[in-house]
């Protein structure tokens, strides 16, 4: 889908007291005229605050103070003092030779000799003659051109484009909300990535050793999120990364392209970061993107003012989504701008400013056999997934742009308005700054980096709250319909109701709700859980279990859990082959002195038992699994799993009987979990149906490892999720799994600080 170009190569370089333009290779030959910059200093600073979000906490250093308008005005001033004179005419002669020979007209800048330029907005060319911006067009699209040191070859990549994301947020710099950059990215990419053509890798630490340790691996775009600036007494870009004590260190484009220098499958960086792509004024290679032109990098994508959620939702899907449709990045980036121009009639489609070196496009993809089919659907179901999984942790700020931009592409998409009258209030103002996160803990020296990735067809969602914001939810934020299916994708009633249960914090179950057997006195709940942890109170977590004060009977008749609070399992935390749509689910849980108890419905039509022979891989087969271990939340964030207290039990489907089931666990060692075996004294029941299955397990708690019996309000790390097999490439093969938990990968399986956590309390109320 590569479009093939014909160059009009343009350098402006000093004349006398001011400037001139020269072609210097054309389809026309060469031309030169005069050129005027028609702004004064300070209508190109009004220009830069005018093209940028009119409320948005900024990425910037330094933060803008007033805003105007008029983008074309500035577009065709621009425009009409770049392409006049014989360079208008060699231009637009140069035009006409494309079209006819089918081919279309790349404009192409050089601005070496004019460092002082560099800051000029060129993107925002406006053709009066063709009444349209260059940029917004594939048939004109307008580079930055650099002179480079060296020319890579050009890189063959068979799907999935690689990528791999820096966010930095250092502790004494003004906050960028970590985890809600990493939300919003993932929830915008996840249809590319769930279709098998796009991989997301998010580094955990933002420092210069964690980036270079991660490009032992092949990637193929560096995507940098955070502080931009220029450093006034070095007079360099620089990108603000973060040290091991989580300060601020500055970093300048050379000291960045040395470590991608080495990268030979890194073809283009993208720096989300305000001034990315400004220089001093004197030197051309000074700003970061220059630097790593020069040092080889064949292309990079800068941000020259800040960029509001919406535009970078906007952005980040559109741009990855074209690459891996195989247009070449000059194509690309001009779609990448239509889109943002139409999606709500913004002016940030030019903040974006492309550097290349050479003709050559950085690299040539092609989907595979292993891209899947594209629905259309997808885009809206990641969008609105993301936003289900924020406010489920209470992150409206987070919701509120995955919403505003469904809203934006289909309205009546579910129940999207009610949400988005609901949390706009919450939400807080549109320039406020998200709360701070908490302090990282230093980083053990003889401990591992580590990185989350998301492998091809994951769903990207939304990560656990901060320890800083802890939430206590209970177990269910749906109501008890037979139809799940229905139920999550079509009550737009019970959608609305369940984003003010989750943004408010009030869910009461009525007595009417409750099983009588969950619905005790006091002293009963004293009898069938014990005693009070020595806090006196249930501590803030992910999820709260109830105390059974009579124990629901593992038989397969499920109807002693209706009422109990249950939660819907969605995050995609790994993904081959192409996915069953309606595979999904939702569990629920209560405990006892003697057991945890869990239930766990699935939605699967294609039912697979997983090899009883195997007990270390039951997850390979249909069925549910759990991560369980004692509180992690004040572990280092890269300590590894603990032997003798964490476990993974797997309950799976079985064929040894007719609707039977079997547990297994897999226990902590050697630092992550290794092959265990089959449990019996888990205690198993089923139901099947023909939209899926019900399991349910009584785990005693010595089976989790557990000498003693724990009290009321204990709190423990874990995490749920359900698998989805298929036969093929073998007879048991993990198609899909499902987790409450969008951290939860193969990779990070190991790291118990990121697990969710659960609270033992009376009542899941």
């Known amino acids: 889908m590569s479009r093939e170009y014909l160059d009009f190569d343009v350098a402006v370089t000093p004349e006398g007291q001011g400037y001139a333009a020269h072609v210097v290779a054309s389809p026309a ?3 030169s005229a005069p050129f ?30 007033a805003r105007v308008v008029d983008v074309k005005e500035y577009g065709r001033r621009l ?26 007209l790349r404009l192409r800048l050089r601005l070496d000799a004019v460092p002082d330029l560099d800051s000029v907005p060129w993107e925002y060319l406006y053709d009066a003659t063709l009444g349209r911006f260059l940029t917004l067009s594939q048939e004109t699209p307008v580079v930055r051109l650099l002179d480079s040191l060296e020319r890579p070859p050009v890189v063959q990549v068979e799907a999935p484009l690689r990528v791999l994301v820096m966010i930095s947020s250092p502790s004494d710099m003004p906050e960028l909300a970590v985890e809600r950059e990493r939300q919003l990215l993932m929830a915008t990419t996840g249809d590319l990535v769930a279709s098998g053509r796009l991989t997301v890798t998010v580094l955990e630490e933002a420092t210069l050793t964690a980036l270079q340790r991660a490009l032992l691996d092949d990637f193929h775009v560096f995507h940098f999120i955070g502080h931009g600036g220029f450093d006034q007494q070095a007079q360099e870009g620089v990108l603000v990364l973060e040290r091991d004590d989580a300060t601020a260190h500055r970093v300048s484009g050379a000291r960045l392209g040395t470590l991608l220098h080495d990268a030979r499958s890194m073809q283009l960086a993208v720096l989300n970061a305000c001034e990315g792509a400004r220089t001093s004024g004197r030197d051309a290679f000074s700003g970061v993107a220059q630097a790593l032109v020069r040092q080889g990098l064949p292309a990079v994508v800068a941000m020259q003012t800040e960029i509001s959620d919406r535009a970078a939702l906007v952005f980040s899907h559109e741009f990855y989504y074209f690459l891996t449709r195989g247009l070449g990045i000059d194509a690309a980036i001009c779609e990448v701008r239509k889109a943002m121009a139409v999606s709500d009639e913004a002016s940030e489609w030019g903040t974006a400013v492309l550097l290349r070196s050479g003709a050559e496009q950085p690299f040539s993809f092609t989907a595979g056999a292993t891209a899947g089919a594209e629905r259309p659907e997808s885009r809206l179901e990641s969008l609105y997934d993301g936003a289900q999984g924020a406010l489920q942790a209470s992150a409206p700020e987070t919701a509120l742009p995955l919403l505003e931009q469904i809203a934006a592409e289909h309205p009546d998409y579910q129940d999207v308005t009610q949400l988005l009258d609901r949390i706009r209030p919450l939400a807080g103002p549109d320039d406020s700054v998200p709360p701070p996160r908490p302090d990282r803990l230093p980083p053990t020296p003889s401990q591992p980096e580590t990185h989350t990735e998301i492998q091809p067809e994951t769903q990207p969602e939304t990560q656990p709250q901060p320890e800083s914001r802890p939430q206590t939810r209970p177990l269910s934020l749906h109501d008890a319909e037979p ?3 229905q139920r999550r994708r079509g009550n737009g009633f019970v959608r609305s109701v369940v984003g003010l249960v989750v943004l408010f914090g009030l869910f009461w179950f009525g007595t009417t709700q409750v099983p009588s057997w969950f619905r005790k006195a006091t002293g009963d709940v004293a009898s069938a859980c014990g005693s009070v942890a020595p806090s006196g109170a249930s501590a803030q977590t992910t999820f709260v279990a109830g105390c059974a004060t009579t124990a629901p009977a593992i038989d397969g008749d499920f109807a002693d859990w209706d009422g109990v609070p249950a939660v ?40 697979r038992s997983v090899d009883v022979a195997n007990p270390g891989a039951y997850f390979n087969g249909d069925g549910f699994s759990f991560e369980f271990g004692p509180d992690a939340r004040r572990l280092d964030p890269r300590a590894t799993t603990r032997r003798g207290q964490d476990v993974h039990v797997m309950v799976g489907l079985s064929g040894e009987a007719p609707t ?21 004294e888990i205690t198993v029941g089923r139901a099947d149906a023909v939209s899926g299955y019900d399991l349910e397990a009584r785990v005693p708690w010595s089976a989790l490892q557990l000498e003693q019996a724990p009290v009321r309000g204990s709190v423990f790390s874990m995490n749920v999720n359900i698998s989805d097999a298929t036969s093929a490439p073998a007879p048991w093969t993990l198609r899909t799994m499902k987790s409450t938990n969008a951290a939860r990968t193969a990779d990070t399986q190991a790291f118990p600080r990121g697990w969710q956590t659960i609270t033992l309390a009376d009542t899941a109320s």
Do not use: C, K
């Open 36 to 65: 005027t910059l028609p702004f004064a200093a300070t209508d190109l600073a009004q220009f830069m605050i005018a093209v940028g979000p009119p409320r948005v906490s900024s990425r910037r250093l330094v933060p803008a103070e």
């Open 79 to 104: 425009g009409d003092a770049l392409l006049s004179g014989d360079v208008g005419t060699a231009f637009r002669s140069s035009l006409a030779t494309a079209r006819s020979d089918g081919r279309d």
């Open 660 to 680: 039977s089931g079997v547990a297994s666990i897999n226990p902590a060692g050697r630092g992550t979990f290794v092959a265990g075996t089959r449990h019996p």
């Open 483 to 485: 139809d799940r299916r």
């Open 568 to 607: 819907h399992i969605s995050r995609v935390v790994a993904q081959r082959g192409t996915p069953q749509r309606a595979f999904g689910g939702d569990w629920q849980a209560v405990w006892d002195s003697s057991a945890l108890y869990l239930r766990v419905h699935v939605d699967d039509a294609d039912l």
């Open 29 to 31: 030959g060469q031309a």
